[in-house]
Nanobody, 123 residues
Framework: QVQLVESGGGLVQAGGSLRLSCAAS??????TGWFRQAPGKEREFVAA????????YYAGSVKGRSTISRDSAKNTVYLEMNSLKPEDTAVYYC??????????????????WGQGTQVTVSS
């Protein structure tokens, strides 16, 4: 099973930007997704991409101000978030899933998870 390690979280003012990184212990074949969970709320889908294809997927709440990308040589997936809002405050997790294992936006599809990185957006 692949090991995932997130980094790049922190405290940022509203309107600012962050780039989160998800480093995998080995090359993956499938989807890598970002999810987030705020206190008292369920984990929600943020973005995902195919490890070997061109498709990307975004939640409506971040579409247009976030970009998910990958560096295959480094086995790393990035999530760049711009125009951050206080409601973006959450622990952000990356996760990996094999192809054809379910809906890319569902947390249940993903088999491997990182430990999470905190993002706090101050108003």
């Amino acid at each position: 099973q692949v090991q995932l390690v997130e980094s790049g979280g922190g405290l940022v003012q509203a309107g600012g930007s962050l780039r989160l990184s998800c480093a995998a212990s080995k090359r993956t074949f499938g989807y890598t997704g970002w999810f987030r969970q705020a206190p008292g709320k369920e984990r929600e889908f943020v973005a995902a991409l195919e490890s070997t294809g061109p498709n990307t997927y975004y939640a409506g709440s971040v579409k247009g101000r976030s970009t998910i990308s990958r560096d295959s040589a480094k086995n790393t997936v990035y999530l760049e978030m711009n125009s951050l809002k206080p409601e973006d405050t959450a622990v952000y997790y990356c996760a990996a899933a094999p192809y054809s294992s379910g809906r890319v936006t569902s947390a249940n599809t993903y088999l491997s998870w990182g430990q999470g990185t905190q993002v706090t957006v101050s108003s």
